[in-house]
């Protein structure tokens, strides 16, 4: 694929998901009516998922109908040139009204990711990349932090309940005695959006599924932040574990995540 033909995703995916985020924004406002419901543990989908991840998925195939598309909620596949998308990214904080969810969109060319989107519809901020050509929120060039010690650090660890609870407490106690304030805000998209952006110094889950960390993974990089390699070794589909980082802390934080060598 050329680059003239990564662009023309990237413009297209940063309009599709500020449209996205509108027809979002409209459930969550309670302009259309919609009900929710658990699929496990603190694990929330509602009709507005899927309406949104409909929209995505339909303007892809309109516009690029040779790509294929990987949606949390509907499914798809991963071919040579695939979508990866999380139509609403933090639906535990959107059902119940709370203004921290986003739209996520990441596009990858043999597995690597070379596009990532994530639209907050709530501040109306666009964060996006292209492989190469840094990071962005709305117009402005972003930088990840320029912290250089943990104990003066703002992170944030993602817990969900698939994970182990008492691996998760572990790490969160071994983050809080090295000095760090820890947060979960409960999107992880946002979060990695906003590590890319300065505004968290770091941020690390346990595990990730590929829609909710692909383009914020990009985005911190581009950023110039640093990533612990993903995804884990069942592959792509399978995700893995998440550190994102600025890269004065990142070392501290790979030896107090304990997350395998690499």
């Not at 983050?175 to 890319?196: I, T, Y």
Request: aromatic fraction near 10%; charge should be negative; glycine fraction near 10%.
């Amino acid at each position: 694929m050329t680059a003239a033909e990564v662009d023309a995703r990237a413009r297209f995916a940063r309009s599709l998901a500020r449209e996205a985020g509108a027809l979002a924004r409209r459930y969550f406002l309670r302009e259309l009516a919609f009900s929710a419901q658990a699929k496990g543990p603190q694990d929330w989908v509602s009709a507005a998922d899927h309406e949104v991840e409909a929209l995505i998925r339909a303007q892809l195939r309109s516009a690029f109908p040779s790509d294929s598309m990987l949606g949390e909620e509907d499914g798809g596949e991963l071919g040579a040139h695939a979508w990866i998308v999380d139509p609403i990214d933090g639906t535990i904080n959107f059902v119940h009204g709370v203004r921290y969810w986003c739209v996520s969109i990441a596009f990858v060319i043999d597995g690597e990711r070379r596009i990532g989107v994530i639209y907050d519809p709530s501040l109306d901020e666009l964060f996006w990349a292209v492989r190469g050509g840094g990071a962005f929120c709305d117009d402005a060039p972003i930088r990840a932090s320029s912290c250089m010690r943990v104990d003066l650090s703002l992170l944030c660890a993602g817990y969900v309940p698939r994970h182990s609870l008492t691996e998760y407490q572990q790490l969160e106690r071994r983050l809080h005695e090295a000095g760090a304030a820890v947060k979960d805000m409960g999107a992880g998209a946002l979060m990695l959006a906003h590590v890319a952006a300065g505004r968290f110094d770091a941020f690390i889950e346990p595990h990730m599924h590929p829609w909710d960390a692909l383009a914020g993974l990009l985005l911190v990089e581009e950023s110039g932040g640093r990533t612990y390699p993903y995804p884990g070794p069942r592959g792509l589909a399978a995700g893995g574990a998440v550190l994102a980082a600025a890269p004065g802390i990142f070392d501290d934080l790979s030896r107090l995540s304990r997350y395998p060598a690499f």
